[in-house]
């Protein structure tokens, strides 16, 4: 072949003049044994002829035009030596075009590449010839469309075009890419975007429906399989871009499957900093808790291929440590020989005992731990608290204090988005761990950090499991709360942000992962009945069973007073000052939990939790056995104050978790102390319950009201009362002034009872005085009142009393009031909601970090008809406009109308207009008057 191309070359230079190519004889012989021996010496030496070109590929034609391009400049540098040697001694030379090489380099790159490709074409054409030849049976007629003409979706074509043992034949392609559009590729059309689908299914009789495209989002598959399904056509997918990178499947046919749950949750792939974390890991002992649990595992499958030098298996569970380990053995079997290996070891030990862990790290030392392992199902630790302290809280100090003592590098624990503000036993106990890690980290200067993040998809104790089995079973499935939502991530991707958040901890931080948008269990359900082939109401029932003792209706991300802060990874966040928030009593406390728990004292446990945790409200409801135990425990504990506690918590639990936020209230207003936790003002009241008594039997108090004015039209849409007492002796007192001693005498439940009823008395009034003109009257609930059990029935009986239009009444709830208790919260505004009230925000935007609050509670915020912005923000608004464009962006988006306070000038009036603030109240307007 190169003979002929280096005559053709030489034509080519000519112009096509054969005529004259015998001038050149000698010197077409000599050009091409020079030119053929290098072409063949650099083919041969990139490998050219021993590759099997059935499967040539991109890469093999970079290869050639490698070689080639090599050939050519030793050919141009051989012949540049034999032109200045040109002359008498070689008359040759001189006489060779110069450009010769140079065509002849082109013509033999098309050559060669030509022919190589051209034999694949002719062996896959004869190949797919033959197979339908043998096409005899009915399933090779499977009429396929292809969503994705992207490397996927053409791999998988070829290789049904190759073989027809799958039974597929590719009918079209869709695609989004404009630029792909109308196109052949492989000889299959792509027919149009994804909202030709429907369409081409029924214009092109397609029977099935493959989705290729591994990196799609979920909210895409979703689209996607709701076009098929009005179709009534199958859909199979590919496996998604995390499970082909982490080996369990390639971009085959045979890896086709049904489209799951995890699939339309699928979010776009996680980057991880591969290089910084294989440089943490490398060559470094791992330790990991648990690593039988399903994220213990996946850091165990993860870690490995980062080429530790040794990694240990710790877990309590036997079974699971076992499949671990040989799931890794057999990993290590495939590895190839120049591949470092390391070595496993697998202990069966419980965290709890200190002796065990001491033995282990005495003889293993590890470099890095990774804690996965603890009691993490609600429900049942919520009935066995003692387990929940000796394993979430002893078992965590014990590892991180062997930790400390062996000199760890990285110590990661693994927690829980129940740790904030939580509700239940788990989540008080997982953020007590926090504590300790953080208070190691503080006092020693350790690399330690916390991982917080929500549920993960096909974990054991996951709701899409549970779900499966009872659609297996027939129905029914079982929901808790019709509007319970949750933040789901798959394992994979958790892990990939655990191993990264190991990178960016510098020590006594806590990181949070974004867990993207919830996910509502009830849409969760129906998906899986319908991915699993059946109907919603008519094959399978779902049933609401009730909230579950110490469950949410949905998770938080953040606790107040935490600082969050973007990391370099946009799906990490990081609260810096975590180490800086610990209670100055932990380890007291955690002593006498210790003691507690030996005692199985649940009540103790409860009490002494909540004296930790900012915003635990205990959920436990005992029975009398249950206090009887309570009372024998508490007689053998040493601790005399640990006793005293556990007998004021003898009262009915479910009460105290609806008045417990009281305390914590002073954290608003007192900001001298670094501690938030520990330090509470004393207050020295200056009426007594006598007198606040009397002034309430001798209807003492009086309403002011001030105008809520429409800043567009100028007209009042209502009024905001303010409770003033009418003090004998000393006049008129703003309510700012006895709140405080109505709290401490206990009779500021009473006096809100008294103040709906005026309130409402004084609409009915205005109702029939002037029938022809709707009031609004608003006035606040303390917080008392908003968690009383009898708020619903004294606020429906009170209406009902004087015939008024629930939408008359509008009650104010600070915004304080709903986060530092928004699962109960949520449920009370709801019922509020329904029967017609209107509900006001008050005092928003105090905090500027609303935004993350607001956002993770989206169902809790969405309750309100209004949120009042605080007149501390409208007083200084050239420095607080961004926070209010924000605000009002955030109340649009939820369809909630904002009231501005404290407005007193014509220049805030017009100010707050131009960014679509709808309502304004403030002395400009009125002051409030009797």
């Known amino acids: 072949m190169f003979l002929i191309i280096t005559t053709l070359a030489l034509i080519v230079r000519l112009d096509g003049n054969i005529s004259s190519i015998p001038d050149y004889q000698w010197l077409l012989c000599f050009a091409t044994l020079f030119f053929a021996i290098i072409k063949l010496a650099t083919l041969i030496s990139f490998g050219i002829y021993s590759r099997f070109w059935q499967y040539a590929g991109a890469r093999d034609f970079i290869d050639i035009a490698s070689a080639i391009f090599l050939a050519t400049v030793i050919e141009a ?5 034999l032109y200045n040697l040109s002359g008498s001694n070689f008359p040759v030379i001189s006489n060779l075009p110069r450009s010769l090489f140079l065509i002849d380099a082109l013509l033999s790159l098309v050559a060669v590449s030509g022919f190589r490709y051209g034999m694949r074409e002719l062996l896959q054409h004869r190949k797919i010839r033959n197979a339908k030849g043998k096409v005899t049976m009915p399933q090779s007629n499977t009429r396929v469309l292809i969503v994705g003409a992207g490397n996927a979706g053409t791999s998988l074509v070829r290789q049904m075009q190759v073989s027809s043992e799958h039974g597929l034949q590719p009918i079209a392609f869709i695609d989004d890419n404009p630029s792909k559009l109308y196109q052949k590729i492989l000889g299959i059309n792509v027919v149009g975007n994804r909202f030709k689908i429907g369409h081409v299914i029924q214009s092109m009789r397609i029977d099935k429906v493959i989705i290729a495209m591994p990196s799609a989002a979920g909210e895409n598959i979703r689209a996607i399989v709701e076009i098929c399904s009005q179709k009534d056509v199958p859909v199979i997918t590919l496996p998604s871009l995390t499970e082909i990178l982490s080996g369990d499947r390639g971009i085959k046919v045979n890896n086709l499957r049904n489209v799951e749950i995890e699939d339309l949750l699928r979010r776009q792939p996680i980057e991880t900093d591969l290089q910084k974390v294989s440089e943490l890991v490398r060559g470094k002992k791992i330790l990991v808790t648990g690593a039988g649990g399903s994220i213990g595992s996946e850091i165990c499958r993860q870690v490995f291929n980062f080429q530790p030098s040794e990694i240990m298996l710790l877990g309590k569970g036997e079974n699971s440590i076992f499949l671990i380990h040989q799931e890794l053995e057999k990993a290590i079997q495939s590895m190839g020989l120049d591949i470092p290996v390391p070595k496993l070891h697998t202990y069966i030990c419980d965290i709890r005992s200190y002796s065990r ?39 965590t100090k014990n590892l991180v204090e062997l930790a400390n003592a062996y000199n760890v590098e990285n110590f990661v624990m693994i927690s829980t988005d129940k740790a904030v503000n939580p509700t239940n036993i788990m989540g008080a106990t997982k953020r007590v761990a926090e504590m300790v890690v953080l208070q190691v980290a503080k006092k020693y200067k350790k690399s330690f950090t916390i991982v917080r993040f929500g549920n993960v998809l096909g974990s054991r104790g996951s709701v899409v499991p549970t779900f499966k089995r009872q659609i297996a079973a027939g129905g029914p499935v079982t929901i808790t709360h019709p509007d319970i939502i949750r933040y789901f991530m798959t394992i994979p991707e958790a892990v990939q942000l655990v191993l990264q ?43 609401y069973t009730g909230l579950r003792p110490g469950e949410k209706l949905f998770e938080e991300l953040f606790i107040p007073g935490e600082k969050y802060e973007r990391t370099e990874h946009e799906k990490i966040r990081v609260v810096w000052n975590a180490s800086d928030r610990l209670p100055q009593h932990l380890d007291s406390t955690i002593a006498k939990l210790a003691e507690a728990a030996e005692y199985n004292d649940s009540w103790a446990i409860c009490s002494l939790l909540k004296t930790l945790v900012l915003g635990y409200v205990p959920s436990l409801v005992l029975n009398s056995e249950d206090e009887t135990i309570s009372n024998l425990m508490s007689d053998k504990l040493r601790d005399c104050a640990l006793t005293t506690i556990n007998q004021n918590l003898k009262i009915d639990m479910n009460k105290l978790a609806q ?51 429409d800043l567009k039209t100028k007209k009042t849409i209502g009024f905001e009362s303010f409770l003033r007492w009418q003090h004998p002796e000393q006049g008129l007192i703003a309510s700012c002034d006895f709140i405080e001693d109505l709290e401490e005498s206990g009779l500021i439940v009473a006096l809100g009872w008294w103040t709906i009823d005026e309130i409402c008395h004084h609409i009915n009034i205005w109702e029939q005085q002037f029938p022809n003109k709707p009031i609004e009257i608003s006035l606040n609930l303390s917080v008392q009142q908003f968690f009383h059990p009898d708020l619903l029935t004294q606020i429906t009986t009170i209406i009902y009393k004087y015939a008024i239009s629930p939408s008359s009444l509008a009650l104010e709830i600070p915004e304080s009031t709903i986060r530092n208790n928004p699962q109960m919260a949520t449920v009370i505004l709801s019922k509020l909601k329904a029967l017609g009230i209107k509900l006001q925000l008050d005092k928003f935007g105090i905090d500027l970090d609303f935004v993350n609050y607001s956002q993770a509670m989206p169902l809790l915020y969405s309750q309100f008809d209004r949120l009042k912005i605080h007149q501390t923000v409208i007083q200084d608004l050239t420095t607080n406009n961004q926070l209010l464009i924000s605000i009002n962006k955030f109340a649009q988006a939820l369809n909630i109308d904002v009231i501005a306070v404290g407005v007193e000038t014509a220049a805030q009036r017009d100010h707050l207009e131009s960014l679509n603030c709808k309502y304004g109240q403030g002395y400009l307007f009125a002051k409030p008057s009797y």
């Open 659 to 709: 008045v417990s936020r009281l305390e914590h209230l002073y954290d608003q207003y007192d900001q001298s102390s670094n501690d938030g936790i520990d330090y509470y003002p004393v207050y020295q009241p200056r009426f007594s319950a006598n007198d606040l008594q009397t002034a309430l039997e001798d209807q003492q108090f009086i309403f002011y009201y001030q105008p809520i004015v």
């Open 77 to 81: 540098l051989a012949l540049g030596c």
């Open 501 to 543: 958040t190991s990178v960016l901890g510098r020590g006594g931080e806590v990181c949070m992962l974004d867990m993207g948008e919830p996910v509502k269990i009830l849409d969760l359900a129906k998906d899986l009945i319908y991915l699993s082939g059946y109907e919603v109401g008519k094959d399978i029932d779902i049933v």
């Open 357 to 395: 862990l001491k033995y282990i790290f005495e003889n293993f030392r590890p470099d890095i731990v990774f804690h996965a392992a603890a009691h993490k199902h609600v429900p049942l630790m919520e009935l066995n608290p003692p387990e929940a302290i000796t394993t979430n809280i002893f078992g």
